[in-house]
C-alpha cells in the first residue's frame, strides 16, 4: 500500500499556491507606477526598437518564456525564439545579436549559466532584460534592465506563485510594448480566487488520477505553455510520467500511444487556441482516452471530468487562470500517491545563496 504523508505535507507549496492572486494585485499596483522598473524597461525597449526577441530559462521559468514569445509574436508581431543557455556556455557560442532583445527569465537569478548567456548576448550587441524574484540577484545586475516579479520570497521547491507572477510581468511588459494599458488584466486577482475556490472538486480528481503510472498533458496556443508546466509540476511533486505536447503535435505520432490507461489532461480555453483544441479532442475521444479537460465550459461534454475556468479574461491572459487547478492537483496527487510535494526526491533549489 501507499505511505501516509506526515500532515505537514504540502503545507508550503498550499500557502504560495493561494497567495497568487494577492500577488498578482501587488504587481498589478506597482506597475501602474511612472516610475516603475517596467516602464524604465518599456522606455528602454521602445528607444532600442528591436527586430527579434530571445528568450533564454530553464524549468518553470522557460514555460513562462514560452508564453512570452506567444506574445511577442501575435501581440507585437515581433519574431521571437527560445535560445538554450547551452549553446553559450557549453559550446561557447557567440550569436549575433544586434538588433535583438535578450530576456533572461528567472526567479532566483540566481543561475550562472543565464547569467553567461546575457552577458555574450550583451557584448554582441542585445538589449538585455532580466525578469526576476530577486531584485538584487546576479541576473538582474547582469542585464541592461530589471523587472521584479513581486512574487515574494518562494520556499516551495515546486515553483507556483513565481511562475504566474512572471507571466503576469512578462504580459504586462508586451502588452505596454504594444501601447496598451493593463487594463484587461485588473480582473485577474478575482478570476483567480475563484479558481483557487474550487479546492475541493480537484481534491476528489486526485483520486481519480491516483494510480495512474503515465500522463498527458496537451493545449494549443497560449495554452500549450500550461501544459508543460502542468506536466513539470506533475512530474516533480507526484513522480508521474506526465508528458505534455502541443494539441497539434499530438496528432503527429503520439496520439498512438494514448489508451484508456494513459488519462489525457486537455487545457481548452475560450478563444482561438481553445478552438483549435476541438479537433484535437475528437481524435483523443475515439482513442478511448480518459479526458480531463480545464477551461471552457463547452468542453465538458466531451470530457470525463472538467474544471470550468471564468470566461471573462481574454485568452491571452487565461494561462494565469489555467495553472491554478494543476498546481492544486499536483498537490493532492503526491500526497494521495503517499509523496510529500513540499520535498521532492532528488530536487533543490536556488535560494538565498546566491
Ligand atoms: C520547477 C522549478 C525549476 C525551476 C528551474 C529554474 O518547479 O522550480 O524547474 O523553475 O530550476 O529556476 P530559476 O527560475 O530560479 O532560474
Known amino acids: 500500500g501507499l505511505v501516509q504523508p ?9 500557502a504560495e499556491v493561494a497567495e497568487q492572486p494577492h500577488r498578482w494585485e501587488r504587481l498589478l499596483d506597482r506597475s501602474g507606477a511612472r516610475d516603475s522598473d517596467l516602464a524604465r524597461a518599456v522606455s528602454l525597449v521602445q528607444a532600442y526598437r528591436p527586430r527579434f526577441v530571445l528568450l533564454v530559462a530553464r524549468g518553470t521559468s522557460d ?3 514560452l508564453y512570452a514569445k506567444y506574445l511577442f509574436e501575435i501581440l507585437c508581431g515581433l519574431p521571437c525564439g527560445l535560445v538554450s543557455p547551452s549553446t553559450m556556455t557549453t559550446y561557447d557560442a557567440t550569436p549575433a545579436a544586434n538588433g535583438v532583445l535578450m530576456v533572461g527569465v528567472s526567479q532566483s537569478g ?3 549559466d543565464l547569467v553567461r548567456s546575457l552577458e555574450v548576448g550583451r557584448a554582441r550587441g542585445a538589449l538585455t532584460l532580466a525578469v526576476t ?9 547582469a542585464a541592461e534592465c530589471h523587472v521584479d516579479v ?5 520556499r516551495a521547491v515546486a515553483a507556483t506563485k513565481s511562475y504566474t507572477a512572471q507571466l503576469l510581468a512578462l504580459y504586462l511588459l508586451v502588452d505596454r510594448l504594444r501601447g496598451g494599458t493593463g487594463a484587461a488584466a485588473a480582473r485577474l486577482p478575482e478570476a ?10 480537484i481534491a476528489r480528481l486526485a483520486q481519480r488520477y491516483r494510480f495512474a503510472s503515465r500522463l498527458v498533458c496537451t493545449g494549443r496556443g497560449y495554452s500549450y505553455p500550461t501544459a508543460r508546466e502542468a506536466a513539470l509540476k506533475l512530474m516533480e511533486t507526484s513522480y508521474v510520467a506526465a508528458q505534455a505536447f502541443s494539441g497539434a503535435d499530438l496528432l503527429h505520432g503520439p496520439l498512438a500511444m494514448i489508451d484508456p490507461q494513459v488519462p489525457v489532461m486537455a487545457v481548452v480555453a475560450e478563444g482561438r487556441g481553445g478552438d483549435a483544441m476541438l479537433p484535437v479532442l475528437d481524435r483523443l475521444t475515439a482513442s478511448g482516452a480518459d479526458i ?3 477551461g471552457r465550459a463547452s468542453a465538458a461534454d466531451r470530457a470525463d471530468a472538467t474544471v470550468v475556468l471564468p470566461d471573462d479574461v481574454p485568452e491571452e491572459l487565461s494561462p494565469l487562470l489555467e495553472i491554478l487547478p494543476f498546481q492544486t492537483l499536483a498537490r493532492h496527487l503526491a500526497i494521495a500517491r503517499g509523496a510529500d510535494p513540499d520535498r521532492p526526491r532528488g530536487l533543490d533549489k536556488v535560494t538565498e545563496t546566491l
Open 133 to 141: 524574484n530577486r531584485a538584487d540577484s546576479p541576473l538582474a545586475r
Open 110 to 112: 540566481g543561475s550562472p
Open 63 to 65: 514555460h513562462a518564456a
Open 192 to 201: 483567480g480566487a475563484r479558481v483557487l475556490d474550487q479546492e475541493a472538486h
Open 292 to 294: 480531463l479537460t480545464v
Open 150 to 154: 513581486l512574487a515574494g520570497p518562494e
Open 6 to 14: 506526515p500532515p505537514t505535507a504540502g503545507r508550503a507549496m498550499a
